[in-house]
């Protein structure tokens, strides 16, 4: 199930919560975000490689790059047994910002992404079937999980794809990371 959660930067511990995918997409569109339910209903199996995913949903990647003029995609797949998990987790969680728009679609799994266009932050949890853009410049960050268990297709603008500009902000340290945004928000 995807969840919005709502706080005031300054107050990580209240949120107000929204549940139904058409209200999500509404609320995040008003930060110019969107967010939107597709069908993830591939099969992709755990050895699945990036042009196995990337070739399951060739339609829906097509479209996007032909609508949004993304040069790029590629595929994070990350499993609990992944051995540099703790790293690629530590690589998100700090607040950044792209010089570019980007598109996540969730294909597997799920995460938590953060914005903070604002003076509040969004927490998304995404999960299978979830796509959600992050517009140039808005400050986020993302939690895979201690345990990652994902697949999500990456589009971006830039041929380059994935380069992050922290803030150098510890913002990010006062949020739930995904475990707890599950027990206090699920």
């Known amino acids: 199930m995807s969840i919005l959660s709502i706080h005031p930067e300054d107050k990580p511990g209240r949120a ?20 939107e339910r597709w069908s993830a209903d591939r099969d992709l199996g755990p050895e699945a490689s990036q042009d196995d995913i990337l070739g399951a ?7 996007l790059q032909e609508a949004h003029g993304f040069q790029s995609a590629d595929v994070i797949s990350i499993a609990a047994n992944n051995p540099q998990k703790a790293e690629l987790r530590a690589k998100f969680l700090n607040e950044h910002t792209h010089s570019e728009f980007e598109v996540r679609f969730f294909v597997e ?19 299978r079937g979830d796509l959600l853009s992050v517009p140039a410049h808005v400050k986020h960050w993302f939690d895979l999980g201690a345990e990652p268990e994902l697949k999500c297709i990456r589009l971006f603008t830039t041929p380059e794809g994935w380069v992050a500009e922290y803030t150098g902000s510890d913002i990010a340290e006062g949020f739930p990371r995904l475990e707890a945004f599950l027990k206090d928000y699920a």
């Open 16 to 35: 107000e919560l929204i549940r139904e995918p058409e209200a999500i997409a509404e609320r995040l569109a008003q930060i110019g975000v969107r967010f």
């Open 57 to 63: 949903y060739k339609a829906q990647v097509t479209r």
């Open 109 to 127: 799994g799920r995460g938590l992404f953060y914005l903070h266009p604002d003076d509040h932050v969004y927490g998304v949890l995404c999960e």
